[in-house]
């Protein structure tokens, strides 16, 4: 992922209004934010907790969704839809967004089953486990990272409305 700069995030949400937009909280630590090891940038609001952003580019751009914290959590622990990590070290949460353009405002969302802090960049990345990788570790590892892209991407493009969306997270 390209570097963003505040104005650049600010400007990218598909399912906002401009106030949401200006007084969204940017992660702690943006500053220092590796973004060559980053798929997407993930981040809870620490003003709003039941707020999640996701940033991710779509054909070179960028483009950010606002997520809203499910009121009620799965009671069993399920896999996030993003990384698909089956040896979650992290909790899981259902997570909606409001769509982009006419259909946002008529009320439709989508939901997905989310790493709750956004941890699926460094779940990708962790070394599989011999039960899962078998000869070849490092391939399985670069078939999640390139997973983890593919389904960010797909999920972006359903909450903008773009034709190019088809199929689930």
Not at 46 to 68: A, F, H, Q, S
Not at 147 to 160: I, S
Request: net charge positive; with cysteine; aromatic share 6%.
């Amino acid at each position: 992922m390209h570097a963003l700069t505040e104005a650049q995030i600010r400007a990218c949400f598909v399912n906002s209004t401009r106030r949401e937009r200006n007084s969204l909280t940017l992660p702690i630590g943006f500053d220092a934010i590796d973004w060559e090891k980053l798929l997407f940038l993930g981040w809870r609001d620490p003003k709003l907790p039941l707020v999640g952003y996701l940033v991710t580019p779509v054909d070179d751009e960028p483009v950010g969704v606002i997520l809203r914290l499910g009121s009620s959590q799965p009671r069993t622990r399920p896999q996030c839809s993003l990384c698909e990590d089956v040896q979650l070290p992290n909790e899981v949460a259902f997570y909606s967004a409001k769509r982009g353009g006419a259909a946002g405002r008529k009320g439709d969302t989508l939901g997905a089953l989310i790493c709750s802090e956004f941890q699926c960049n460094s779940n990708v990345r962790a070394k599989p486990s011999k039960i899962f990788a078998g000869a070849d570790p490092e391939g399985v590892r670069q078939q999640r990272i390139e997973g983890l892209g593919r389904r960010v991407e797909r999920f972006a493009r359903r909450v903008a409305g773009s034709p190019n969306a088809a199929g689930s997270v």
